[in-house]
């Protein structure tokens, strides 16, 4: 027991034995003189309480009352309370404010939303760009201000791992490139970025890179038809010209690769996804491509394997997937040396449907692996140049991918061999439909 209370009750005792007993001498009346002393004891432990519990209704209009004794002790341990509970209150107030004075004057804009997606707070720079109004939109689910499919369907699918695109509520020509951040218990924070500068400059990019390949596409094929005439009619006149020829033929051939691969990326970058829901009869297309990969192999004899799943269908873009796949068989025979093992693989795993493409080439060392996708990014651009590489397939190849839900992963080993295996969700796998003819779908 605490030693005030045991003090606070030896008083008690104390009084109420000394009453007792000279009430009992005195005036024969003990337990009359008890009766009085608890009485009194009673009425003043009352009294401190009622002191207490008006002090604590009307706290900050009144005073902490004063007490004597125990109860002195008691009202001055509440006030040391008070007094430290005001000092953290002004300090947290004092942080609160300093952080919301920083968050409001972050250039990017800021919305908590509680578990429920409704707004709790919202800095002035996300107030301008999504239309919100703060704090009268408090408590309002940010479903109702921000409608865009895209939006709904990312707070739904709740993975937020990726970043989101969207026009601004308040003005369709700006840009925002949102991203939703879940913290402490199933709260939000949406942190929204005005990026219509970048975008502009990226669709004026990718807009004049496409104007441009389009306008030298009739130019090019142009000098490639004289070329071959020109080839034609040297065989039957000067020796000295077939090999400038053969090699004005050789580059003109690359050059046209360029632009056919610069079109393609244009057109992924700029155009929205269109027709990616198409049932695509995927083995009906390997076979055909199958064909091509033996011719492309000639002289270097590799040895094709093709495992295909027959009954695998996937929804997507014909083209698109015909690209894709083009792509990633061209690079394992260009880049394997001759009488190489290639297998291509398509199956199903896991309810998802993959794509795999094995060779035993030279493979790609570690360093360069996360660069391959982007634009014209060569290991060895010598040899790439050698072999007509441009360094633009393996960007189409995850740009389709994009367009199509599926994820590229690249395993190597140098000297070993490589394998780019794709990977498409369960949603986009489909059976081969009944009574469908091969060669027709495939050739869609
Ligand atoms: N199977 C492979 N084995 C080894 N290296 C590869 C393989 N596939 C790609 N690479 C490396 O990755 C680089 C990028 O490939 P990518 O397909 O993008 O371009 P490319 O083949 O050079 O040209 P193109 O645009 O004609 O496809 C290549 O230059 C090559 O160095
Ligand atoms: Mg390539």
Redesign the pocket.
Known sequence: MHRQHQNEIWILVAVTAVAGVLGGILFHKAALFIAIVLAIYISNTLRNVFKLHHWLINRNASDLPEGHGFWGEVFNEIFLMEKENKGNRAHLTNMLTRFQGAAAALPDGMVVLNKRNKIEWANPAACRMLGIVFPDDVGQAINNLLRHPDFLQHLLANDFSKELHLPSPRKLEQSLLLQIIPYGSSQKLIICRDVTHVSKLEAMRSKFVGNVSHELRSPITVLSGYLETLQNIQIKSSKELERPLFNMSDQVKRME?LVT?LLMLSKLETEPVKFTNNIVNVPGMLALIKESAELMSGEKQHELCFEIDEQLYLLGNQEELRSLFT?LI???I???PARGLITIKWYRQAGQARFD?I?T????ARQ?IPH??QRF????AD??RE?????????IVKHVLERHDGQLNIE?VLDKG?N?SCSFVSERVVAKPPATSDKLSANQ
């Open positions: 690769r691969d792509n061209s690079n394992a260009r880049y394997t493409v060779d080439g030279p493979g790609i360069h391959l996708t990014y060569r290991v060895d040899r790439s072999t007509g590489g441009t360094g633009l397939g393996l960007a190597s490589s780019f």
